[in-house]
């Protein structure tokens, strides 16, 4: 009987049927390894924030004195540069620069300097990043300021400048280049106890080092070096967690 129904139904109407659609569903990874420095740090920020309500009341915000802060960054690199110099490569100069473009960077960071008052801090800074997947990366040292809107609140932005140096490791000697360095943040301090912090912060570098060789070639007879590349600058991204003491 169920089969002389489906053979009236078929007939009757010829665009429906009993048995099911079988379609293809795409399968995506719910975390890609690209995204996983992201959630880690995003939970660990989550939780911090957590903390921070439960632990306001005990550990109010105080800054004085010397204050030091250590963390861990990822995020986006905007990598660019022109050709080199070499008067003995034919080479185009677009095709002598083929790390020219978006990749991801880890960053390590330290402030460490004197609370000026309970809402500005100065410090020295440290910024060290470097490419994911290849030996390459550049290391900022500067001065940066922080300040806090409201006192009793753990809010903050901070600016710097510093002196970068752009790197890269290779089978033969370095290639180095110097420049300039400026960086920008926001963040939060969530106090998980009397002095310490855990600290969420989003960074922003940009960093210009110009030419770029190898200190040991010798310089050609008309007072020209060997350039590898040419206004080699980068925008980086982060997002990262600190532990600050106060």
Same mark, same amino acid.
């Given at each position: ?13 010829p ?23 992201f ?7 989550s ?52 790390e020219?473009g978006?990749?991801r960077?880890?960053? /390590? !960071?330290?402030? +460490? %300097?004197?609370?000026? $008052? ?5 410090? @020295?800074?440290? &910024?060290?990043? *470097? =490419? ?22 753990? /809010? !903050?932005?901070? +600016? %710097?400048?510093?002196? $970068? ?5 290779? @089978?033969?000697? &370095?290639?180095? *280049? =110097? ?8 963040g ?18 940009? %960093? ?16 020209? =070096? ?21």
């Amino acid at each position: 009987m169920p089969h002389a129904l489906h053979v009236l139904l078929a007939t009757t109407f010829p665009w429906t049927s009993l048995r099911p659609s079988r379609r293809e569903i795409p399968v995506t990874p719910l975390v890609s390894r690209a995204g996983i420095g992201f959630a880690l740090i995003a939970t660990l920020a989550s939780t911090a924030l957590r903390a921070q309500d439960s632990a306001s009341a005990s550990f109010p915000q105080r800054r004085h004195g010397f204050w030091l802060s250590v963390g861990l960054g990822y995020g986006r690199l905007d990598f660019s540069c022109g050709g080199g110099t070499d008067p003995w490569d034919s080479t185009p100069p677009a095709e002598t620069c083929p790390e020219a473009g978006r990749a991801r960077a880890t960053l /390590l !960071f330290l402030r +460490a %300097g004197y609370a000026l $008052s309970q809402q500005v801090l100065l410090s @020295v800074s440290v &910024d060290a990043w *470097g =490419r994911v997947g290849m030996s390459e990366g550049a290391l900022d040292l500067g001065v940066a300021v922080r300040g806090y809107p409201v006192r009793s609140r753990g /809010l !903050f932005a901070e +600016a %710097g400048v510093s002196r $970068s140096e752009f790197r890269t490791h290779g @089978v033969g000697p &370095d290639e180095v *280049g =110097r420049g300039v360095g400026v960086a920008v943040g926001i963040g939060w301090d969530a106090r998980v106890d009397t002095n310490m912090s855990l600290s969420p912060v989003v960074l922003l570098h940009y %960093g210009y080092q110009g030419d770029t060789g190898m200190p040991t070639v010798i310089h050609f007879p008309d007072g020209s =070096r060997l350039s590898l590349r040419t206004r080699v600058h980068e925008t980086l991204v982060t997002f990262g967690l600190a532990l600050t003491f106060h």
